[in-house]
């Protein structure tokens, strides 16, 4: 489940973004929050301590707590135009990190789109922007396309990046967007509960001949993406 701040957070940030509270006013009080919310004073606390990292409010002693007029957020969030892209920010602050490269037997929902039960490489990604994972990217290639690509390369490149530079054309791709519950491995990585909200986007590349390149499947922190 969610953390209950977290939840709060989200209500009050997005209220701020639509400029539902006046910058010259403070908000209500953690007391009249915490009725309002049905939470108590410590989680009204915390999620005003998150509010102000992110530069959506200015706490100010002994006056109150003000949101930011068109505020700047300082917690990096993305959108998701594609399942390697990184939308407008900078992506100069994102790391990658490998936490399983291996060649195995497809998952059943993976053998049915590629038609073939022959074995696939996987590798599974953990992205981190300034240290804090948002991202665990999921990617199965047929076994002819990974010996082509290479292995040293779908290590170290985004996977649609180094199946261009074989030589592969992607002439098309089939995307799909839901919700999905973090599992233990997912909540784990992503440092979230289990059972925590996750926007999971699949993308099946194919060439020419509709012949299956690579399947991608995003499991998106949605307090860090949006689509």
Do not use: C, W
């Not at 991202?135 to 396309?145: A, E, K, S, W």
């Not at 839901?178 to 059972?195: K, T, V, Y």
């Amino acid at each position: 489940m969610v953390p209950l701040y977290h939840q709060v957070y989200v209500v009050l940030r997005q209220k701020i973004r639509n400029g539902e509270f006046d910058p010259a006013r403070p908000l209500p009080g953690e007391h009249q929050m915490a009725d309002e919310f049905g939470v108590s004073r410590v989680t009204i606390r915390r999620t005003l301590q998150s509010l102000e990292l992110d530069g959506l409010v200015e706490r100010r002693r002994g006056v109150g707590t003000f949101a930011v007029p068109n505020p700047v957020e300082f917690r990096d969030r993305y959108n998701i135009g594609g399942l390697l892209q990184s939308g407008a920010r900078d992506d100069a602050a994102t790391e990658s990190r490998n936490l399983r490269i291996a060649s195995i037997e497809p998952p059943a929902p993976v053998a049915a789109r590629f038609g073939s039960t022959d074995k696939v490489l996987v590798i599974q990604r953990l992205r981190h922007i300034r240290g804090e994972p948002f991202t665990l990217l999921t990617i199965y290639l047929p076994d002819r396309v990974a010996r082509k690509v290479g292995r040293k390369a779908l290590e170290k490149l985004p996977a649609v990046m180094a199946i261009e530079q074989a030589g592969l054309y992607l002439a098309r791709t089939e995307q799909s967007i839901s919700a999905q519950a973090a599992d233990e491995q997912a909540a784990s990585a992503l440092g979230l509960p289990i059972g925590a909200p996750l926007i999971f986007m699949t993308s099946l590349f194919s060439d020419r001949d509709d012949q299956p390149l690579a399947l991608l499947e995003g499991q998106y922190r949605p307090d860090m993406y949006e689509y």
